[in-house]
């Protein structure tokens, strides 16, 4: 059993359109991490969230902390083909410090 | 800085064979992490350490995998006797005390066993 689940699996859409990522789980994080991964290179943190309700903004990426702290939201606005790839959330169990990834939204964008 | 430096890239080994592979971490940073990745699926923990104590390992590394941080410094994991379930990327991090707020990870080894 997966500790964090996150949905679609796969998400293929055309340059412009939004979509959304959603991170779930039945144990409370501390915080929790996203990530996006290219072929070939190790994931990239995009942001952390530690506030239950907290929502944080990268340019066209928002990213959203349940109320509860069990899931996780990202949100893409007018998606671009360099937007493309693996895109993982993560958070510390129990608290402590090593990370428990999801398993992960394969994302294509295409024009 | 240049940032969590993993070598080799690639490497291809045959069945049985033990096989190394290092990390470079940031220099400030006191935590060091080895990940285990298989296509498309999100990393797996496999152990960490602290300076140059190995904190925690995960059961899913056998008595086959090793891996050492001498002297706080860069890591080494190796893999003796490797077998095709083997296979997979290996990915180092790195991070400040304050783990569970972000980790820098490296480029990862592509391990293949034939």
């Known amino acids: 059993t997966q500790l964090l689940e996150q949905s679609p699996q796969f998400l293929s859409i055309q340059e412009g359109e939004n979509l959304t990522v959603y991170c779930n789980s039945s144990s409370v994080f501390s915080s929790l991490q996203w990530y996006r991964q290219e072929p070939g290179e190790g994931p990239v943190l995009l942001v952390t969230v530690v506030t239950g309700g907290e929502v944080k903004k990268l340019k066209r990426l928002t990213f959203q902390f349940g109320d509860a702290r069990k899931d996780s939201s990202l949100h893409i606005t007018a998606a671009q083909p360099g937007d493309t790839g693996l895109y993982l959330c993560?958070?510390?169990?129990?608290?402590?410090?090593?990370?428990?990834f999801g398993t992960g939204t394969q994302l294509k964008v295409e024009l | 800085d240049t940032g969590v430096s993993q070598n080799p890239r690639h490497k291809i080994t045959k069945r049985g064979q033990n096989v190394t592979f290092r990390c470079d971490p940031i220099?400030?940073?006191?935590?060091l992490y080895w990940y285990r990745q298989t296509l498309g699926q999100g990393p797996e923990f496999l152990t960490y350490?602290?300076?140059?104590?190995?904190?925690?390992k995960s059961r899913l590394l056998s008595d086959r995998f090793s891996a050492e941080r001498p002297k706080g410094s860069f890591s080494t994991l190796e893999i003796q006797r490797t077998e095709q379930g083997d296979s997979a990327m290996y990915l180092c991090a790195s991070s400040l005390l304050q783990g569970a707020l972000g980790y820098t990870f490296g480029s990862g080894t592509r391990l293949t066993v034939v």
């Open positions: 220099s400030e940073h006191n935590r």
């Open positions: 350490f602290q300076n140059e104590a190995q904190l925690e």
């Open positions: 993560a958070g510390p169990p129990g608290g402590g410090n090593k990370l428990t």
